[in-house]
C-alpha cells in the first residue's frame, strides 16, 4: 500500500534553514499537485505552500520570501526548503498530495507529519 513518507524535520535555531521532502513509499505512475500543511497543538493545520503538476506555486503570506516549494518530478518528490526560519514556524508539518498509483486511478493522501522546531 502506497504512504505519503516527509523526511528532513528536526532543532534549528533562529535564522537557520531545513529542507524537508515528500515522496511516495513505492513505485507510483505520478504526484500531481502537492500541499505543505503545518499545525501547532490546539490549533487548526495550516497551508503553507502549494505546487501544480507544471510546477506553479503558491504560499501562506507568513512564508513569501522565505520559503520555497519544488518537485522533482523524475523522483515524484516534492521539497519545502524553508529559510530564515522563526520560532513562530514550530509546527509539524505534514505532506498532503494527490498521486496516480496506477494511470486513470487518482487518490489523496497525507504523510504522517515531520516536526520542525525553531528554538535557541
Request: aromatic share 10%; proline share 3%; with cysteine.
Amino acid at each position: 500500500q502506497v504512504q505519503l513518507v516527509e523526511f528532513g524535520g528536526g532543532l534549528v535555531q533562529p535564522g537557520g534553514f531545513l529542507r524537508l521532502s515528500c515522496a511516495a513509499s513505492a513505485s507510483i505512475a505520478s504526484m500531481n499537485n502537492v500541499h505543505w500543511y503545518r499545525q501547532v497543538p490546539g490549533l487548526e493545520r495550516v497551508l503553507v505552500a502549494s505546487i501544480t503538476s507544471t510546477g506553479r506555486t503558491n504560499y501562506a503570506d507568513s512564508v513569501k520570501g522565505r520559503f520555497t516549494i519544488s518537485r522533482d518530478n523524475a523522483k515524484n518528490t516534492v521539497y519545502l526548503q524553508m529559510s530564515s526560519l522563526k520560532p513562530e514556524d514550530t509546527a509539524v508539518y505534514y505532506c498532503n498530495a494527490d498521486l496516480t498509483v496506477v494511470p486513470g486511478r487518482l487518490s489523496n493522501y497525507w504523510g504522517q507529519g515531520t516536526q520542525v522546531t525553531v528554538s535557541s
